[in-house]
Each structure stands twice: as C-alpha cells, then as structure tokens.
C-alpha cells in the first residue's frame, strides 16, 4: 500500500477527552475515527490490525474443535424473555419495534439465540459435547463510554459458547479454552493475568476475567505481594482482623453525638477506634429498601451485595427521598429496633464487641450494640471490599491493588439459559436433560486498544509482527532523485512478489515527518532507500523498538529481513 493513497491521515493532536494512550495512539495514527459517543469506524489501518486479531482467534477456536458460524445481531424479544434476562437487564440492552410492532433487542451477546439453536439442533447425548463461535458486533447502551476502544456501545466480539452433557464434561473443556485464551493474548504480544471474577448478569457457577495490567485501567485488581492470588475487587476475599471478640457484652446505652454524621466524626467525638463502629450504607430497588450494616473501619463491596440479594437489576444506593419516606434518619440509622426494611450485615459483625451504632434518632447513637443480642439480620455475609493493605486469604502476605483493562472472559453458565429456552437432550437412558453451557468473549477492539497500552513509547504504536497492519514500512527519501525513486519502487514490488506485507511512504515529505510517522503507526520493520545508502549499495533496517538502525547490503537484504522479523516476533 502506497502511504499517499492510505485512506486516513496521521494527526498530530489528539481528542480533547482522549485519556487512555490507546485512545490518543489510535486516533493519531488513522486507526480509528469517532462516529458517535462510544461508536467508532476502523479506517485501513486499524481494520489490518483487527482481521489479524480476528484470525488468531478462529485458528485457536479451531485448534479446540469450535466451529465458526454467524449469528444476528437483531433478536426477538420471545428469547430474551425465556431466559428473564428482559427485566433483568436494565437500559443497556436497546430494546425496540419493528414496523409490526414486535418487540426486539440488539445483541449484547447471544447466549439467548445459541439456547435456541440448541432446542432444535441438538436432541441425543451423542451430539454433545460440542462447540460453536462466531466473531460478530455487539451492542451495549453504555452510560459512560470512555478510553478510546476500551469501552465503546458498538463493537465486535469473538464469542464462542460450548454445550455440554454435564457440569463434569465442562469442567474437562474448561482448561481447553483457558489454554487457548492464552494462546490468543501471547500471540497478539499480551501479557496478561487470569483472575477469578464474578459473574455478574450472566450467572453461572463460576468464571475467570484475563486482565491487562494498565494504570488507566477501570477495573482494580487485588494481588499478593508474596503469593500467586489474583482477583477482581469485585470477587476478591481478604483476612478480617479480629478485635477483642471475646470481650464482655456491656449494656446498650443511648448517647448524644450532635453532628457526628460520618463514622469518622463519630470515632473522633467518642474517643473510639473506627473498627469499634458499625457502619450503614442505604441501598433501594423498585419495592424495598436494603440496610447494608458493616464494621466502620471496612467498605461495602456492591457486587458482592448484590450477589447476596440475587443480582436485582435495579440495585442502586438510596436516595434521601426513599429513606425520608421509610422513616430512616440518614446519619443516624441502625440496626436495633428498626423494621421494613432488609437487612444485610458483613460477617466482620461478628468479629468484635461493643459497637456504636446509630440510634434512629437525630444526634444520637447507642454503644455496646452487638450481635446477635440486640438486633437481627436478614442475610449474613461477606460483603466487605478488599483493598490494597489488607491480609492475603491464601498466604497472609500484604494485599496490593493495581488497575487493569479486562481483555477476556470465561464463564461457566450451568443450565440457565436452556432450561429458560427449553433445550434438552436424551442421556443414554432416554432421560430429557437440560444442556449444561458455557460462554467465553473477546471484544476485539478492545483487545487491540489493550495491546497498544502494552507496547509503545514516547513515539507511538510498537506493534507485534502478528498483528502488526504491515510487516515493513518503507521509506522513500529523495523523492526527486530518479535513482532513489526507482530503486524504491523496484524493492516496493520485489517485496511483495517475496510475498512481504509493505506499507510504502513515497509521500513528498521531509525525513523528519516521514520517520515521525513510521514511529507513531509503529510498523515492526523500517527500510529506508536514501542516495547515501545506494553509494553504500544497501538499504537501511530499523527495528521499531531498536535504537539504532543497521545497513544492510542489497545482497543480504532478504536473508536479513527474515532474521530480523523473526527476531522480532
């Protein structure tokens, strides 16, 4: 491809809400173009990149048996329905009419028509175990889309999904695809880091997030600093610390704290630890409000709490109006004595005594509040959030919180899906059976985006050679010098006979802008035809990530190239 005919130009500025280097890096160097908030074109340049991305993914899906098929991106409402994930799922799923009416969605993945495929494809234990992919847009009505192509509305996915005579014959492909998830990110030049994760709206019985570490990142990943445990914030489990547990129970005693809102002014104005208090957070669905009680000195992990009411959709923190109208005084709610509401308490309760509580009246609490002697509650569990200081569960090593992008997910979805769908097969004694699945996503954007975030510098893009646009970026320098010009072109052509993918800048620029751009797209390889070179009767090679370029005589050229891209790779 010659650079004067490329479709897109390189830019020097970049978005004015661009924070992500990906973001910044994608757009300067004609990647991408923003059509909308969160909704993208990939230009020439970016597309290379993404079909590259895209084959590695259907040749490690092949090498497990998947078979690659295509599925729509409109579904009708009746799927979505079945597996209740209609109300479940708030304004992210797009949900619309068609000229009669009907109700229909935007794919935001396809668990829905796979467990439809199912209930007509497959009947016998004999078809099973089997699995299917496909590499398809998604739709997602994100509030906030951010990060360039990290969190976008419209984007691609590989998804593949697998079916399964049992929870034992998934727990045997699982590995599998875990492999070939590797597979993929060590191929495109990831390092990445696999972590258990929650499963969030999907379900199922469990799940693992590959995470990129990246200081942008939106997700926080909780590690060890002494042992291997790695785990989402939102899943991950840390050692309580136990405070005088086996102390006497006092009595309650009523008293005045004026202003003391925060747990913070309270343990101030007391004279007490912020561990000795119990905390209240306020939470509301559509038909109840939910008290989530914790010790003062942990916070409240909202996915966890989430988790433990069964994912309500509509979970959100309470608003003043809501509390108001349930009778809670904010700042001074507890436990004791209160009632209409459900209750939900961290196990950390139970690990001391004595605890100051509020004392549902404006400007006091009550000490020596404890569990169970003085109130109840409806669930108990962990809740509380993991954070960087505290104890490892595996080790007792010191936790440490890093940020990441999450790059890929595995899911083990149990029977969900196609018992809502009804798809069922006969085991070898003729018993109807539900199918037992299992999802696993790739955005591919995303992934790109992730990849760029892990390899540049100061002067752009540093692709891998697998998924680099092309393998050689040539350079053309004198372009009014007809020697210059035709040894150019000649190597332009003899290149891509040799079957090389070239991307060749015969632009009428200076040295400076075309070297500045070669960087910035960050094509692994740079050849440059100069009139100094030709009297040295070589051409100069320039590793993208080198420091310094090489001359490599015209006779070498080929043998050179081959070492130098492998070396690279």
């Not at 650079?3 to 830019?11: A, H």
């Not at 993929?184 to 199922?204: K, Q």
């Not at 942008?216 to 610390?241: H, Q």
């Not at 957070?281 to 992990?301: C, H, K, M, P």
Request: charged share 25%.
């Amino acid at each position: 491809m010659r650079l004067s005919k490329l479709f897109g130009r390189t830019l020097r500025e970049v978005p004015a809400d661009a924070e992500m280097v990906s973001h910044k890096l994608s757009f300067r160097a004609a990647l991408v173009r923003q059509v909308s908030t969160g909704i993208y074109s990939y230009l020439p340049l970016g597309w290379r990149v993404l079909k590259k991305i895209e084959q590695i993914m259907r040749e490690e899906m092949d090498a497990i048996g998947g078979q690659d098929m295509m599925m729509p991106v409109v579904h009708p409402a009746e799927l979505w329905q079945a597996t209740k994930r209609w109300n479940e799922i708030g304004p992210e799923l797009v949900r619309f009419k068609d000229r009669n009416r009907r109700d229909l969605v935007l794919a935001m993945t396809h668990e829905e028509v796979v467990a439809d495929l199912l209930r007509t494809e497959i009947n016998s234990y004999r078809q099973l175990p089997i699995m299917i992919y496909h590499i398809q847009t998604k739709f997602r009505d994100e509030p906030r889309s951010r990060g360039g192509l990290i969190r976008v509305r419209e984007f691609t996915m590989k998804d593949a999904y697998s079916c399964h005579a049992s929870e034992e014959d998934i727990d045997q492909f699982y590995p599998s695809m875990y492999q070939a998830y590797v597979n993929i990110f060590r191929r495109c030049g990831l390092e990445t880091v696999a972590v258990e994760a929650d499963s969030g709206i999907m379900g199922g019985s469990a799940s693992h997030e590959f995470m990129v570490l990246a200081d942008a990142g939106e997700n926080t990943l909780i590690r060890c600093s002494s042992c291997d445990y790695d785990a989402n914030a939102e899943r991950a489990t840390f050692v309580k610390l136990l405070y005088d547990q086996d102390g006497e129970e006092l009595p309650i005693e009523e008293v005045a704290t004026p202003d003391c809102k925060t747990i913070q002014e309270l343990a101030n104005y007391l004279g007490v630890a912020i561990h000795q208090t119990l905390k209240a957070v306020f939470y509301a669905t559509w038909s109840q409000i939910i008290f989530a009680i914790i010790r003062g000195d942990l916070e409240v992990n909202e996915t966890k709490l989430s988790n433990a009411l069964g994912a309500p959709s509509d979970l959100h923190i309470a608003t003043e109006e809501e509390l108001a109208e349930a009778g809670i005084v904010a700042g001074y709610a507890s436990p004791v004595g209160l009632s209409g509401v459900k209750v939900v308490a961290d196990d950390s309760i139970q690990m001391g005594v004595n605890f100051v509580a509020g004392a549902n009246k404006e400007g006091y609490h009550c000490k020596n509040v404890n569990y169970p002697r003085d109130f109840s509650v409806d669930i108990l569990t962990d809740i509380a959030l993991a954070q960087a200081g505290d104890t490892c569960p595996q080790c007792g090593g010191a936790l440490t919180a890093v940020r990441a992008i999450e790059v890929g997910h595995l899911f083990k979805l149990g029977t969900k899906y196609s018992e809502g769908a009804g798809a069922t097969f006969l085991d070898k004694d003729g018993q109807a059976k539900p199918i037992v699945m299992g999802s696993y996503g790739i955005g591919t954007g995303r992934l790109m985006a992730a990849v760029i975030e892990q390899n540049h510098d100061e002067k752009g893009i540093i692709w891998p050679v697998s998924i680099a646009p092309y393998h050689i970026h040539l350079v053309s320098l004198g372009t009014g010098k007809a020697e210059v010009v035709e040894k150019a072109e000649e190597l332009y052509a003899d290149l891509q006979v040799k079957g090389y993918e070239v991307l060749y800048d015969d632009r009428d620029e200076s040295a400076g802008v075309k070297f500045n751009d070669a960087d910035l797209i960050g094509i692994p390889l740079r050849l440059t035809v100069s009139a100094r070179n030709l009297k040295q009767n070589g051409v100069e090679a320039k590793l993208r990530w080198a420091e310094e370029a090489e001359l490599v005589p015209f006779e070498e050229l080929y043998e050179r190239l081959d070492a130098l891209l492998a070396k690279e790779q």
